[in-house]
């Protein structure tokens, strides 16, 4: 379970979310969705970390983001990020990231490689990949370690059909009474595509 209890952040004295109060039940999908600007994106960095709030706390599983724990545990996130190492191989990059929590082994890195059908090109350096390469890619790192929290900011951009078709499987077959699942999207058509709850910005900031 997330709880935001009180939440509010400032970006150069502009409010950005204010008094922000919202549970996010364990098992559940969601999805976050509102104009450009409304703070989704804000809204995902502090639920993982990346970002702190001005006020209030955010809690998970009883313990408070930010004080217990830096960064939301057993979490797969891709808010535009990573921003890989530029020189180095999508492999590279992988594996080393692989290497940080020691929580997946390289068959299981390779099988998500797979299938995302970026074999041809995980051994190319990330500074030539095109902008649905490294959305793939992103994924890739995100699902890999069989997270318990999947946070993705927009995780269809850039991909063309096949890479949707397959992310949408990937998301149906991510859901579990144990596993939460919070993301971003603006398209309606794949919105109703997936099972995720909807949260209005607006409603969560009114």
Same mark, same amino acid.
């Given at each position: 379970?997330?709880?935001? *209890?009180?939440?509010?952040?400032?970006?150069?004295?502009?409010?950005?979310?204010?008094?922000?109060?919202?549970?996010?039940?364990?098992?559940?999908?969601?999805?976050?969705?509102?104009?450009?600007?409304?703070?989704?994106?804000?809204?995902?960095?502090?639920?993982?970390?990346?970002?702190?709030?001005?006020?209030?706390?955010?809690?998970?599983?009883?313990?408070?983001?930010?004080?217990?724990?830096?960064?939301?545990?057993?979490?797969?996130?891709?808010?535009?990020?990573?921003?890989?190492?530029? *020189?180095?191989?999508?492999?590279?990059?992988?594996?080393?990231?692989?290497?940080?929590?020691?929580?997946?082994?390289?068959?299981?890195?390779?099988?998500?490689?797979?299938?995302?059908?970026?074999?041809?090109?995980?051994?190319?350096?990330?500074?030539?990949?095109?902008?649905?390469?490294?959305?793939?890619?992103?994924?890739?790192?995100?699902?890999?370690? *069989?997270?318990?929290?999947?946070?993705?900011?927009?995780?269809? *951009?850039?991909?063309?059909?096949?890479?949707?078709?397959?992310?949408?499987?990937?998301?149906?077959?991510?859901?579990?009474?144990?596993?939460?699942?919070?993301?971003?999207?603006?398209?309606?058509?794949?919105?109703?595509?997936?099972?995720?709850?909807?949260?209005?910005?607006?409603?969560?900031?009114?």
């Amino acid at each position: 379970m997330i709880q935001l *209890n009180h939440v509010t952040k400032s970006f150069k004295q502009v409010t950005i979310l204010s008094d922000v109060n919202y549970t996010f039940a364990e098992g559940e999908s969601y999805c976050l969705v509102g104009p450009n600007g409304s703070g989704k994106s804000v809204f995902l960095q502090l639920i993982t970390g990346l970002s702190q709030p001005d006020e209030g706390n955010i809690i998970v599983d009883d313990q408070v983001l930010g004080e217990d724990f830096d960064f939301l545990p057993e979490a797969g996130i891709s808010i535009n990020q990573p921003e890989f190492m530029q *020189n180095w191989t999508g492999w590279e990059n992988l594996v080393f990231l692989a290497s940080l929590r020691k929580r997946v082994q390289t068959p299981e890195i390779r099988a998500w490689v797979s299938r995302f059908r970026m074999d041809k090109d995980i051994d190319r350096v990330y500074r030539v990949y095109s902008q649905g390469m490294r959305q793939k890619l992103r994924l890739i790192q995100a699902f890999m370690e *069989n997270p318990r929290y999947l946070i993705l900011d927009e995780p269809f *951009n850039a991909l063309d059909k096949k890479a949707i078709d397959i992310l949408l499987t990937c998301l149906a077959e991510f859901s579990s009474p144990d596993k939460t699942l919070i993301m971003t999207c603006h398209t309606q058509e794949l919105l109703e595509q997936t099972a995720c709850k909807i949260v209005e910005m607006e409603e969560l900031t009114s």
